[in-house]
């Protein structure tokens, strides 16, 4: 995942991923997607794990989907079109995040750290707030967006939006992506403690 957004926000605000067009967000989203088409031979049996694993496969695929868009936005900033396809792939990458903490929260009940399992809990309940917040934030600034009429202080942070608008859209899923990779993290090591006794 950090390799996804360090690569998309490269292609978004920099020239030298340019003349590798579209392929540099096709290669770091296709290996999110892998990861967690990888991730459903763990307890294949587990029922609510592989329909949460499914949920974020779904937004992984609309992210690959959608990668492409973000070379095309990098050269035409300010077509409505391509404007309005990377809001929808950041409202897909959000839910994404928001899946995969599902995820995390399902795999931590299945291993046998009971301290994981409650920073896991108290961290992805954290985390879902937060995405639930950020949503709803994009909801509203969208909405705000539609109405003609609108008083002057909201016409101004409406424009001061718009003026960092990659730069806002980059904060808006940075902070839940540290959070869920430091759970990434702790998973794999209680993982990694089990099978190997310590040993890296």
Known sequence: MPIA?????????????????????????????????ESRHFHPQERVWQETLNRARIFATVNFGLAPFVFFWSRFPHDDYYRSIMVMMIVSTVLFIYHLNLCLRYLA????????????????????????????????????????????????????????GRWSAIFLVLLPIAMTMSLIWKIKETVMSGIFGGVR
Do not use: H, K
């Not at 926000?9 to 999110?32: E, I």
């Open 5 to 37: 957004l360090l690569v998309c926000v490269q292609s978004l605000v920099t020239d030298w991923l340019r003349p590798l067009g579209a392929t540099p967000p096709l290669l770091a989203t296709g290996l999110v997607l892998f990861g967690i088409l």
């Open 109 to 164: 009940r299945m291993l046998p750290d009971q301290t994981l399992r409650e920073d896991t809990e108290l961290f992805t309940g954290m985390n879902i707030l937060l995405i639930v917040v950020l949503l709803v934030s994009i909801a509203v600034y969208r909405f705000l967006q539609e109405i003609e009429t609108l008083p002057i202080f909201v016409i101004y942070i409406l424009e001061l939006i718009e003026e960092s």
